[in-house]
């Protein structure tokens, strides 16, 4: 089988039932991403939840409708033909779906703003372990600040190759991801989104030099108050150093004087 829209499609029904166990579906509003063939759908289905499926293949579309009709015509099941990197995402209470990883970065920061009670995910190893990654460490990045501000992550399990169809290059591991308010003041979400993707862009920057090569996206006032107002000893810091209290920090510096 040739994977369609990078898909690969999850077939091991030991590990679907070890998905589903990890989120309170039950009764539950649950939205699936990438649903492929239908296995998590039904197991899902199964467990008592009423599931919103968005699908971007149309022959899928098609074959989903098919398989799960008598589940659409009584409301437990809705699919969304469509991207879901560009869709309006329906409500729903809680995502569990085995993303796309080509598109997890983005899928994943809408999830983020669109709000949810828990997400159960599925990435590439190495894409979740960077999403883990200690912020403040040499291993994290603008992936890690953005995600711990808002969510615990919980590496739960590692999947091989062999659990799909058909088979993907790299293992892949299960996340499930815990909404949370920031743990410190963030004045404006969309500067702090911006500074923290800035500084990551200049990695190997001083905090000094990194804002200062923003300062077309964040403003030049913006970013001169906070150069000006900042201690030595943060502007001297690289991204990777910076806790997610001075990113909060920061980014409410660069946020524009009323």
Request: glycine share 6%; proline share 7%.
């Amino acid at each position: 089988m040739k994977a369609r829209h990078d898909q690969h499609f999850l077939t091991d029904p030991r590990a679907v039932r070890r998905i589903v166990a990890l989120a309170p579906v039950s009764g539950r509003r649950v939205l699936e991403i990438g649903p492929g063939e239908g296995v998590l759908t039904a197991e899902l289905l199964s467990a008592g939840a009423r599931v919103v499926a968005i699908e971007l293949d149309g022959a899928l579309v098609e074959d989903l409708s098919s398989r799960f009709a008598p589940e659409m015509a009584s409301g437990r099941f809705e699919l969304v033909h469509g991207d879901a990197v560009k869709v309006p995402y329906p409500s729903f209470d809680i995502v569990v779906a085995n993303l796309p990883y080509s598109a997890s970065s983005p899928i994943t920061f809408r999830l983020l703003e669109a709000g949810f009670e828990s997400a159960v995910l599925m990435y590439q190893r190495e894409f979740a372990e960077r999403m883990a990654a200690r912020v403040g460490t040499p291993e994290c990045g603008r992936l890690s600040v953005m995600v711990q501000t808002y969510a615990d992550v919980e590496l739960c399990f590692n999947l091989r190759p062999g659990a799909f169809s058909p088979p993907p290059k790299v293992a892949s591991t299960v996340v499930r991801l815990t909404p949370h308010d920031p743990p410190y003041f963030i004045a404006d979400r969309g500067v702090y989104a911006d500074v923290v993707r800035e500084l990551f862009s200049h990695r190997r920057k001083t905090v000094r030099n990194g804002l200062r090569g923003a300062r077309a996206s964040l403003g030049k006032e913006n970013v001169e108050r906070a150069v000006r107002e900042l201690p030595e000893e943060i502007l001297s810091m690289r991204p990777e150093e910076l806790s997610l209290m001075l990113f909060a920090m920061i980014a409410n510096l660069c946020v524009p004087e009323e």
